[in-house]
Structures are given as C-alpha cells and as structure tokens.
C-alpha cells in the first residue's frame, strides 16, 4: 500500500515535501516514481529513484528543482518540490515500479498539490 | 525525445462492443509498453505490461498486442466498469518514462 501526504495549497516561488509512506511489501527492493496529473489532464512521469537511492531521474519539467529520495529503513520516498509554479499543481502519485520490469504495478492514492497566490 | 501517440482520443461504444485502443511510438522502442485504466477521481490501475501480459486481476477480455512500434489494446466485450480513460506507458531513452495522453472510452 501507497499513502502519499504532504499537499497543499502553497504560493509561487515556494517550496513542499510530498512524502509516501509504504506497506506490505520490502520496500528496499523497488524502483520508485512520482507520477502527476494537471487537472483534466493526462499523466506525467515526474521522477524515478533506484531501488537503493542510487540513481534517480527527473523529467525536464522539474530537473534542477524537484529531488526525490526514500529512506529504506522507513519506508518512506519523498518529493522535494522548490521554486514551484502553477504549473506544477497537480495530483501527485507515488508509484512502485514492477520488478526487473518497466511498468508501475502499485499506486497510492494521490495528494493534491495547487500552486496560487 | 520518444512520444506515445494513442488514438483516437475518444472512443464512444455501447456495452457488449468492441474496443480497440492504439498507441503508436514516435521511434523504434522496446516491446515493453504497458496500458493502465484510470476512472475518475481513482489512481491508475494497471492493465497490461509488456505489450500483452496481463497484471494481477486483468480480466480476460482486456488483451494488448504489438507491431513494430503500434501497440494495441482490445476490449473484446465491454462491460459497464470498462468505461474509463487508458494510457500506455513506455521506458525510453529521454525522458526515460513516457506515457501517451489517454484515450477515453465513453458510453455512446
């Protein structure tokens, strides 16, 4: 299970912590992502963190400004989101990724994030 | 930058119908795509991954093949829970996730 936390209505320029708190499975052994949707919009891949922390990715949309991290001894990931602008707010999804595959097979809830002033 | 087009945008059927669902890979990518339903207000559910294996609790009637690069989903029978939006989803090279922009499946 996938319980995401942390949204918020937060201004321009500000920053927020999402974070996915995880269950009923050995979290240590996943790739995880964060995965969002606009209002009325499709899905958009956001960020990936190997199984260990590692390695991670982001999307060009937020490269410089998002960073993702998970604390394996917690079982938590987390989204860091800095410099934010309206068009970051969104529903912003945990997602596991499937093992040694390339599609994700468990997803949370979703937190909502709104960037206004 | 690799980009998944589905089509068509909305797909207006009856119960019973037959669906067929495409999503076409802007380049030569690997056959592992997968498609998600996703119903209003609820998270993504995934359906199929690597082109035509199903997840955990797809039914039978959901089945996704490949050509080349065009990916199909085919609803053989809808059923009234069937009415939803579905996405394909593949790893690329950048960005490394891609998903396509959805297809809705309406009641016609």
């Known amino acids: 299970q996938l319980v995401e936390s942390g949204g918020g209505v937060v201004q321009p320029g500000k920053s927020l912590r999402l974070s996915c708190a995880v269950s009923?499975?050995?979290?240590?052994?996943?790739?995880m992502h964060w995965v969002r949707q606009a209002p009325g919009k499709g899905l958009e891949w956001v960020a990936v963190t190997s199984h260990d922390g590692s390695s991670e990715d982001y999307a060009d949309s937020v490269k410089g400004r998002f960073t993702i991290s998970r604390d394996n001894s917690g079982n938590r990931l987390y989204l860091q989101m800095n410099s934010l602008s309206a068009e970051d707010s969104a529903v912003y999804y945990c997602a596991r990724q499937q093992y040694v595959r390339d599609a994700f097979d468990v997803w949370g809830q979703g937190t909502v994030v709104t960037v206004s002033s | 930058e690799t980009v998944l087009t589905q089509s068509p945008d909305t797909l207006s059927l009856s119960p019973g119908e037959r669906a067929t669902l495409s999503c076409r890979a802007s380049?030569?990518?690997?056959?592992?795509l997968a498609w998600y339903q996703q119903k209003p207000g609820q998270a993504p559910r995934l359906l199929i991954y690597?082109?035509?294996s199903r997840a955990t609790g797809t039914p039978l009637r959901f089945s996704g093949s490949r050509s080349g690069t065009d990916f199909t989903l085919t609803i053989s029978s809808l059923e009234p829970e069937d009415f939803a939006v579905y996405y394909c989803?593949?790893?690329?090279?950048?960005?490394?996730?891609?998903f396509g922009q959805g297809t809705k499946v309406e009641i016609k």
């Open positions: 380049q030569s990518v690997s056959s592992y």
């Open positions: 690597d082109a035509s």
């Open positions: 009923g499975f050995t979290f240590s052994t996943y790739g």
């Open positions: 989803q593949q790893r690329s090279t950048r960005p490394p996730f891609t």
